[in-house]
Nanobody
């Protein structure tokens, strides 16, 4: 059973940066499509970014393109989300997720079968 543990969240000012990490155990990260989602209380979980088993394929929500970067380190079995130029509207709980290796529906939360517990990102204005 694959397990995901996020870390790196925190409180930052507008324009600041964070690097979120997702440590994978119980399996090899290269066997999955990996995604980052975020959720604000009372709203649906929102797609942020995804990276395929082939590291050259990445996808981003329009709202984060040019500011966020997803990457994977197979040696460390870890996924990262570098978040730059943060805005108050980026405030949310950020979740890491693992899905099927071969999939094109990377923006759908229902594609992913395993989720971490989330890490809070708060951006102050």
């Amino acid at each position: 059973q694959v397990q995901l543990v996020e870390s790196g969240g925190g409180l930052v000012q507008t324009g600041g940066s964070l690097r979120l990490s997702c440590a994978v155990s119980g399996s090899t990260v290269s066997m999955y499509t990996m995604g980052w989602f975020r959720q604000v209380a009372g709203k649906e979980r929102e797609f942020v970014a995804a990276i395929s088993w082939s590291p050259s394929r990445t996808d981003y929500a329009d709202s984060v393109k040019g500011r966020f970067t997803i990457s994977r380190d197979n040696a460390k079995n870890t996924i990262y989300l570098q978040v730059n130029s943060l805005k108050p509207e980026d405030t949310a709980v950020y979740y890491c997720a693992a899905g099927p290796k071969y999939t094109i529906a990377v923006t759908l939360a229902t594609t992913y079968t395993n989720w971490g517990q989330g890490t809070q990102v708060t951006v102050s204005s």
